[in-house]
């Protein structure tokens, strides 16, 4: 029988408030078994928690209360599976589950829309579950990860689950009906002319076994951009609709771009014409001292152009503005 001080030291007791340092709280290397989950959600400007390097099994029932959390470590542990409400922590980024006891993740991985980053290395997943998430190995790898892992959770049906389920279970009754007929059926096991036992053939049952575990795994099929599955009856789209859409689209966007620049193009030549007209205007007949200093910067070969053509310039605007302050009678 355990005594009572062996279960004191198998529930080690940490001071949160120590290691809550701004907005991060450090319980790594505190060889946990259970998280304190109501004295890290007392902190509410925690966003960052690290549990690396536990003895965390699981996350317990009240773990996805800390919506507040961006980044997590849980690397290093011996957790065996994630509560199925841990896509509540919505507001996660960075989730690092590197070298933990993981074969699958749960569907609520799909509302993490969040997640950036995810790291699985170090966990025995099923294959179904390593396709989707891949090698890890790099920053590019954990960021695709995050992306696959969610978008598959998100578009992963509950009818899927439930023919999962009825295959199991007919997988486990044709494996025990097969097992009765080779050990059993018609009494003892056949024998061959010397009178040794034959072994029965059991090649058939195991592909049957395989193509079963195969069966019950996370099926993945690639979502269209529309909702449906790019192959399948009823919703298949050929290439030549997609090259044909994509065709009308990119020609959509390049009529857009056009008449874009070519108002924002005219509508930057009026507004400089009309700066222009003004600051000549200002110059040449509220400030005529300015016009002449701005002459001697003129080259000499092109001041006299420039001063008739100014000159002309000024006569015409001078008519133009005596024509138009006269009164129609006068005129």
């Not at 120590?18 to 450090?26: L, Q, Y």
């Not at 044709?174 to 003892?188: F, K, L, P, R, V």
């Not at 070519?262 to 700066?275: H, I, N, Q, R, Y």
């Amino acid at each position: 029988m355990p005594k009572a001080g062996d279960k004191e030291k198998a529930k080690v007791k940490v001071n949160v408030k120590e290691r809550v340092v701004d907005e991060s709280c450090d319980l790594s290397l505190s060889e946990l078994s259970e998280i304190p989950v109501r004295e890290i959600a007392s902190f509410k400007r925690v966003t960052v928690l690290d549990l690396s390097s536990n003895r965390l099994v699981s996350l317990g029932k009240n773990f996805a209360t800390l919506t507040r959390l961006v980044k997590l470590d849980l690397s290093k542990n011996q957790i065996r599976f994630l509560p199925d409400d841990f896509g509540q922590l919505e507001q996660l980024r960075h989730l690092d589950l590197y070298d933990n006891c993981l074969e699958h993740l749960p569907l609520s991985f799909g509302q993490l829309r969040r997640l950036r980053y995810l790291d699985l290395k170090g966990n025995p997943l099923t294959p179904a579950w390593e396709k989707i998430v891949g090698r890890c190995s790099t920053l590019k790898d954990c960021q695709q990860a995050a992306k696959n892992t969610v978008s598959i959770c998100a578009n992963y049906k509950p009818e899927y689950l439930e023919r999962e389920r009825l295959a199991a279970q007919q997988m486990v009754g044709s494996g025990d009906a097969s097992s009765t007929q080779a050990n059993g059926g018609g009494g003892a096991a056949a024998k061959d002319k010397q009178g040794k036992a034959i072994k029965p053939n059991n090649k058939k049952t195991k592909a049957k076994k395989v193509g079963g575990a195969g069966d019950n795994e996370l099926t993945i099929k690639p979502v269209n951009a529309t909702g449906g599955s790019m192959t399948g009856p009823g919703g298949s789209v050929t290439k030549s609709n997609q090259k044909s859409t994509q065709k009308k689209k990119k020609g959509n966007c390049c009529s857009k771009l056009l008449s874009r620049s070519a108002l924002s193009s005219l509508l930057t030549f009026m507004l400089l014409f009309v700066f222009n007209a003004v600051v000549i205007y200002m110059i040449m007949f509220k400030n005529p001292e300015i016009a002449d200093k701005l002459v001697e910067y003129i080259p000499h070969q092109y001041r006299d152009w420039i001063l008739t053509k100014t000159e002309i310039f000024r006569l015409r605007v001078t008519d133009w503005i005596s024509e138009f302050r006269t009164p129609p009678e006068e005129h």
